[in-house]
């Protein structure tokens, strides 16, 4: 039978549990923060990867290189017949991106489960970004119907019109869908 085990003279049970768990809260945080502040490379080295761009050139223009951006993607990469790092055709990683709104200045925080929504959203962007200057042949090749986290994509002309309008009415009309937010 196992024998308890004898606490010390003059600590008491509860408090150096609970400093332990805030040690461990705060030193995780930390690291998480700094995690979701890499991955953005991480996923900006993916898609020009998937753009057919060379290692050399996508580790240059991202600000990542390949391991450490595999370290934090890993289901993203596999390595091929050869033992080479190759980008993977689609992951399934969760991005914030951010989208206008029909009202000036206010963008909507949405969730991109995966690459190909990820991929919607910032063609649906362009196709925007496009119509705001006139061109709707992008919002209308663009398919009907389509939620990102709950959020539908505006198709009709009207729609896009106004969120067009307030985007070049806010301070920084069509900034990045990425810019200045981290991803999941």
């Known amino acids: 039978m196992p024998r308890k085990r004898k606490r010390q003279a003059g ?3 509860k408090g150096s549990r609970s400093a ?9 945080s930390v690291s998480r923060h700094d995690t979701s502040r890499k991955r953005k490379p991480a996923f900006e ?4 990867r998937r ?4 290692w050399e050139d996508a580790e240059e223009q ?9 370290h934090l993607l890993p289901r993203a990469f596999f390595r091929d017949e050869r033992g080479r790092l190759q980008a ?12 206008h ?42 398919p009907r119907n389509i939620f990102i986290d709950g959020v539908r994509l505006a ?3 009207y729609e896009v019109s106004r969120i067009a309008a307030a985007a070049a009415e806010s301070d920084e009309p069509f900034e990045s869908i990425y810019s200045l937010v981290g991803a999941a």
Not at 88 to 99: C, Q, S, V, W
Request: aromatic share 6%.
């Open 11 to 13: 600590t008491s049970s």
């Open 20 to 28: 332990a768990k805030n040690r461990k809260r705060s030193s995780a």
């Open 45 to 48: 080295l993916l898609r020009l």
């Open 51 to 54: 753009q057919d761009r060379t």
């Open 62 to 70: 991202a600000g990542i290189g390949r391991r450490a951006a595999e």
């Open 88 to 99: 993977r055709g689609y992951d399934r990683y969760t991005r914030k991106l951010k989208i």
């Open 101 to 142: 709104t029909t009202k000036p200045g206010e963008l909507r925080l949405v969730r991109a489960r995966g690459s190909r929504d990820a991929s919607l959203v910032g063609t649906w962007s362009n196709a925007v970004k496009a119509a705001g200057q006139g061109n709707f042949s992008l919002i209308d090749a663009f």
């Open 155 to 157: 198709t009709s002309h």
